[in-house]
């Protein structure tokens, strides 16, 4: 059973930065896909970015493609990182880690699908100011 440990998130102001990271157990990073999700109150849980972490491939939000980088620990390649720049109000979440074991995940748009994730963090509030 994979298990995801979520930290960083808090509180920035427009334009700030904050990271994320997540650590995963039980889990080969060889034939696996860990994405980040948020959800706002009221809203459904969207897909923010995924990786896939036996190789390269990395997807986006159109909506945060130019401001976030998932990115994966060169040293502990189960431990994924979600770094958020030019951070905006509607930004304001709470973001959760997942990971599918499977590379399903990471094929074409299924990355951003909640279903195909059978491991999910606690989540961790990302709030953001004007």
């Known amino acids: 059973q994979v298990q995801l440990v979520e930290s960083g998130g808090g509180s920035a102001q427009a334009g700030g930065s904050l990271t994320l990271s997540c650590t995963a157990s039980?889990?080969?990073?060889?034939?696996?896909?860990m994405g980040w999700f948020r959800q706002a109150p009221g809203k459904e849980r969207e897909g923010v970015a995924a990786?896939?972490?036996?190789?390269?491939?990395?997807?986006y939000a159109d909506s945060v493609k130019t401001r976030f980088t998932i990115s994966q620990d060169n040293n502990a390649k189960n431990k994924v990182f979600l770094q958020m720049n030019s951070l905006k109000p509607e930004d304001t979440a709470m973001y959760y880690c997942?990971?599918?074991?499977?590379?399903?995940?990471?094929?074409?748009?299924?990355?951003?699908?909640?279903?195909?994730?059978?491991?999910w963090g606690q989540g961790t509030q990302v709030s953001v100011s004007s």
């Open positions: 990786i896939f972490t036996g190789g390269d491939s990395t997807f």
């Open positions: 039980q889990y080969d990073y060889r034939s696996g896909c």
């Open positions: 997942a990971a599918d074991p499977t590379f399903l995940a990471c094929l074409g748009g299924a990355w951003s699908s909640p279903p195909y994730y059978n491991a």
